[in-house]
């Protein structure tokens, strides 16, 4: 069971507007940054957005993240078939004095 | 370029050891945060010990605390993860992970990862 929640899948069509959601607490994504992680099949995870929701030299802007409270939510603004892969959330947890993960989604491009 | 590189992955029996190596270049390796994670096949992503700069700060996870022991050594820019008493739900690809810069204050995010190295416990 990870701390983090997320659902385990998500799709759409091509050009379609998809969001994952990201639930935590006060102890992780309440008071730290949140970061997500795609994993394409068989491939190590890959940083996609930051800190400050800031994306890494090469990712593309159609991926953009957002936090509220103890949640929080990465969008993807116009699907591409490349973007199929694992999605994960993580962020420092300051009770568990660790790394939480979300369990990962799924996103599947139909 | 940056490169994380693991090493030292395999089979080994339940209760024995292993250490892994991620040999680090491309960037100033002792002013970063380093982490493993490991992921069980098919399976999501669990975070496994962080380490800062000069080794005296460790946190572990509950699942591997007292039989994990995270170390690096600057000088050959090299991160270790020596694993004793293993058991089976130990099985996973372990990960090295560059963190946040030190002085940051920040040890996330992940910017870099290693290609990972399989370990098997089994008998």
């Known amino acids: 069971q990870s701390v983090l929640t997320q659902p385990p899948s998500a799709s759409g069509t091509p050009g379609q507007r998809v969001t994952i959601s990201c639930s935590g607490s006060s102890s992780n994504i309440g008071e730290n940054h949140v970061y997500w992680y795609q994993q394409l099949p068989g491939k190590a995870p890959k940083l996609l957005i930051g800190r400050n929701d800031q994306r890494p030299s090469g990712v593309p802007d159609r991926f953009s993240a957002s936090k509220s409270g103890t949640s929080a939510s990465l969008a993807n603004s116009g699907l591409r078939s490349e973007d199929e892969a694992d999605y994960y959330c993580a962020a420092w947890d300051d009770r568990l004095n660790g790394v939480v993960f979300g369990g990962g989604t799924k996103l599947t491009v139909l | 370029e940056v490169q994380l590189v693991e090493s030292g992955g395999g089979l080994v029996q339940p209760g024995g050891s292993l250490r892994l190596s991620c040999a680090a270049s491309g960037f100033t390796f002792s002013n970063y945060w380093m982490h493993w994670v490991r992921q069980t096949p098919g399976k999501g992503l669990v975070w496994v010990s962080r380490?800062?700069?000069?080794?005296?700060?460790?946190p572990y996870a509950d699942s591997v605390k007292g039989r994990f022991t995270i170390s690096r050594d600057n000088t050959k820019n090299t991160l270790y993860l020596q694993m004793d008493s293993l058991t089976a739900e130990d099985t996973a690809v372990y990960y090295c992970?560059?963190?946040?810069?030190?002085?940051?204050?920040?040890?996330?995010?992940?910017?870099?990862w290693g290609q990972g190295a399989l370990v098997t416990v089994s008998s």
């Open positions: 992970a560059r963190g946040g810069l030190v002085v940051s204050g920040f040890s996330l995010p992940f910017d870099y």
């Open positions: 380490i800062n700069t000069n080794g005296n700060n460790t």
